[in-house]
């Protein structure tokens, strides 16, 4: 079984390479850099790399502090009891279809952005943000509770036994001890967020250009995934357009890797 | 869910899901079944022939999916469906990308394509507009509504994807190039609902639209052509005044099956008719 998992893996990378490295290698900067997406002229990913760049990283902000903040409580202050109903929702909650919170966006999400924020409509950046926060916190808070909660008992007695407080104990020795888990809760976090596609799709806005300020999130976007779901039915199989789509995916594929990697050299350097 | 299974369990769930995945190849290559796929305005039409077609041939089951004009007319030339929906032509780039395949073209109707505003822009006055003027709003010229006479509100633009054919019909009006970059656009959208949601749901917004989503919270604008306004009525679609026109097609291959045969000659006949015109367009003949 995991032989056939790799080489799943191995074979989707491959095809990835196949059908998008040559595009890459034509094209070189002015694909990475371009700013206009115009099938038949120009293909710049620059606002899609933004877009989800962007997105991601307003998600991770909106999501972890309350991620962690509930799972720190859930772990340490709550009875038994409570504790397994709080994980069963929140397991539930993490494996709701991204369409189901699409279409919330869509009818909730992107009215209610409008009218707080005063903008001419809900379908920006921020409003993606939202989403994913809201998609990916389930995950961060069940992941990162388990990985508090799993902290030694004898490690915990022994920190009581010279005295240090209940909170002392949770800075000192749960988080330190648990903190590769939530490192990984919140890679898997990001690996979800930048690979959403139909629920970033619907409230994004679909425009492919980096907003005007780069900062105004208010604004409407474009991220990678949303552009693959909304172009590639068009031109499946082959063609330049496919070719700059794939080259699209290849992208992203890089993107979440390197931020694996990154992320798991931060958690070496904690270790220490 | 985030827990790690066994590996018995795995093994099981990778054999149940080969399982399915032969099947459900299987299923679908199948002679009795129908696939159809591709713009949203031919859409109603061709589902509710497909009821109406299922009654008389219970064995014949029909998927009617949606995804636009270009994806109707690719994926039936890469013969993953049997027959594909557009509201525009065949471009030239698909030719060119199919070289050598022939397809053949039915026309089921005739349809409109409206430019859409919000129904508070419609009773706040702006009521008819230019070619020019639409020109300058998609490029970006004019932002606000009050230029044209209207309340002070930001124009909200609503564009569609490339391959859309009423995106096509309308461009090649107001652009005179159905693939025109519209500047001034600061959404994009997908299919005719999708397109009919986000302008209801602003109060300033301007969109294209096939004529039969107009309803109650979208309003169309009758276009000032040649010095008259012209509403996209079906009476001025009929005679050929309304100047963003198209026709509904349906398209295949040149070998088809029985069953797609049946069912196309079905779709012309007379029994269509009336639901062509319940779903808001102009019957062919």
């Not at chain 1, 998609?135 to 990162?144: F, K, Q, R």
């Not at chain 2, 397109?195 to 209801?200: D, G, L, T, V, Y």
């Not at chain 2, 029994?271 to 779903?279: A, D, F, N, T, Y």
């Amino acid at each position: 079984m995991a032989l056939l998992s790799m080489a799943l893996g191995i074979g989707i990378v491959a095809y990835l390479f196949w059908e998008g490295g040559p595009f890459i290698w034509n094209q070189g900067t002015q694909f990475l850099l371009g700013l206009d997406w115009f099938p038949g002229e120009d293909y710049g990913a620059a606002p899609m790399i933004f877009g989800s760049a962007a997105v991601t990283l307003m998600a991770l902000i909106f999501s972890t502090p309350l991620a962690l903040a509930s799972a720190i409580y859930t772990a340490e202050f709550l009875d038994p009891r409570r504790r397994l109903t709080v994980k069963a929702i929140m397991e539930i909650l993490a494996g709701v279809p991204g369409i189901v919170y699409g279409l919330l966006g869509v009818s909730l999400l992107s009215v209610w952005v409008r009218d707080v924020f005063n903008l001419l409509d809900g379908y920006t950046l921020f409003s993606a943000s939202i989403l994913l926060a809201i998609m990916i916190l389930p995950t961060i808070m069940t992941l990162s509770e388990d990985a508090i909660n799993s902290t030694p008992a004898e490690h915990r007695q022994a920190a009581s036994g010279l005295g240090l407080t209940k909170l002392e104990i949770l800075f000192s020795v749960a988080l330190p001890h648990a903190a590769p888990g939530i490192a990984g809760a919140i890679l898997l976090a990001i690996g979800r967020a930048m690979g959403e596609t139909i629920a970033v799709m619907l409230v994004i806005g679909g425009l492919d250009r980096i907003p005007e300020p780069w900062f105004d999130v208010f604004s409407s976007g474009q991220s990678i995934a949303s552009k693959l779901g909304r172009e590639a039915a068009e031109t499946l199989g082959s063609g330049e357009h496919w070719s700059a789509l794939m080259a699209l995916a290849l992208i992203l594929f890089f993107l979440v890797i390197f931020l694996t990697a990154f992320g798991n050299w931060l958690i070496k350097g904690f270790r220490k | 869910m985030v827990h790690k299974f066994n590996s018995y369990k795995n093994a099981i769930y990778g054999a149940v899901l080969f399982f399915f995945l032969i099947t459900s190849i299987i299923a679908t290559a199948n002679e009795n079944n129908l696939r159809i796929a591709g713009s949203t305005t031919v859409l109603p039409i061709v589902s509710r022939a497909a009821e109406k077609f299922k009654i008389k041939h219970p064995n014949i089951s029909i998927s009617v999916n949606a995804g636009g004009s270009g994806v109707g007319f690719s994926s039936m030339a890469d013969r993953r469906i049997d027959i594909g929906m557009m509201s525009r032509k065949i471009s030239e780039n698909e030719r060119k990308k199919y070289k050598g395949q022939e397809f053949i073209i039915y026309t089921l109707g005739r349809d409109g394509v409206a430019c859409a505003i919000s129904s508070e822009i419609f009773s706040d006055g702006i009521t008819a507009l230019s070619k020019e003027q639409i020109r300058d709003i998609y490029s970006g010229k004019i932002k606000n509504w009050k230029t044209l006479g209207g309340p002070d509100k930001k124009i909200v633009v609503v564009d569609k994807e490339r391959h859309r054919g009423t995106r096509h019909a309308f461009m090649k009006y107001i652009f005179g190039n159905p693939t025109a970059r519209a500047r001034g656009a600061r959404l994009v959208s997908g299919s005719n609902n999708e397109e009919q949601s986000k302008i209801a749901q602003s109060n300033s917004a301007i969109g294209m639209l096939s004529q039969a989503w107009i309803n109650k919270n979208v309003a169309s604008v009758a276009l000032v052509h040649e010095g008259m306004q012209i509403k996209p009525s079906i009476q001025n679609i009929k005679s050929g005044a309304y100047p963003i026109s198209r026709d509904l097609d349906i398209v295949t291959q040149k070998n088809i099956s029985i069953v797609a045969r049946q069912f196309i000659e079905f779709l012309l006949g007379p029994e269509v008719r009336p639901l062509i015109e319940k779903s808001g367009y102009v019957p062919i003949r």
